[in-house]
């Protein structure tokens, strides 16, 4: 699969944040900088809290509490993927629109990112624009807690779960586990290799009603059990 990524070119070319930094700012606080690096800084932490699955009022609000600590004015439109955003500063404006490939839950790095946003007034406000840059590297670098084998399983689990919970019985409740581990395992695969968020589901959705429907003909033919268990065909996707 790495193999594949490098033969395929990147649709959505990387930003390179610290080229928004002014070139004499490395000592000078964000407070002090120009309205372009406080905007970098603002959208940054935007578009990384949306990609940790969290929703656009907190990213909002956010941004907000950051723009209010550095002095300017903040307007941002964020949907699923994207920020569409701009900052003022009673004299100049700065707009910038920013995406996502994918989107997930990620608690370690959210978690990461509310402590740096409530510290900013105190610590922050006073670092530069590279230093909060350099930061934000290393919170960015925070996978998840959990592999994709882990999550499978928990995806399987649950599933299961909610087969019962809906009425389904022993069969359901097994084709369920196999097809929802399988799928999920899949989505987060495809997920941590970065691609984009339609094709995760589709993909994931897919193998997940395809096993499904597969085990039970798989039991129809060798055990004669009746295909008509098809209550927890949705059960085995509920994990998206």
């Known amino acids: 699969m790495n193999k594949m990524q490098q033969l395929i070119r990147k649709n959505h070319m990387d930003i390179s944040w610290h ?43 956010s941004m907000n509490t950051l723009a209010e600590i550095m002095g300017i004015t903040c307007t ?21 629109s920013l995406c996502l490939t994918n989107t997930g839950v990620n608690t370690s790095k959210l978690n990461r990112l509310e402590h740096f946003i409530q510290e900013f ?7 530069s624009g590279e230093e909060l840059h350099v930061l934000l590297d290393n919170i960015e670098k925070i996978h998840g807690l959990y592999s994709p084998i882990a999550l499978g399983f928990a995806a399987a689990l649950a599933c299961g779960g909610f087969t019962f919970l809906l009425g389904g019985g022993p069969i359901e409740m097994f084709c369920a586990f196999i097809g929802a581990g399988i799928g999920n395992f899949l989505r987060c695969k495809l997920s941590k290799h970065h691609f984009t968020l339609f094709l995760c589901i589709v993909s994931s959705v897919s193998l997940a009603c395809l096993v499904y429907a597969g085990l039970l003909k798989i039991g129809e033919m060798l055990f004669g059990i009746s295909i008509q268990h098809e209550t927890g065909y949705i059960c085995a996707m509920l994990f998206i």
């Open 76 to 96: 941002a439109d964020i949907g699923l993927m994207s920020i569409e955003y701009t900052c003022f500063d009673g004299q100049d404006g700065f707009s910038q």
């Open 121 to 127: 007034e105190v610590d922050g406000k006073d670092m």
């Open 19 to 61: 080229e928004y930094t002014d070139e004499d700012g490395a000592n000078v606080p964000v407070t002090q900088a120009s309205l372009t690096e406080k905007a970098s800084i603002i959208g940054r932490v935007g578009i990384m809290l949306l990609s940790c699955g969290t929703g656009a009022w907190r990213v909002r609000s």
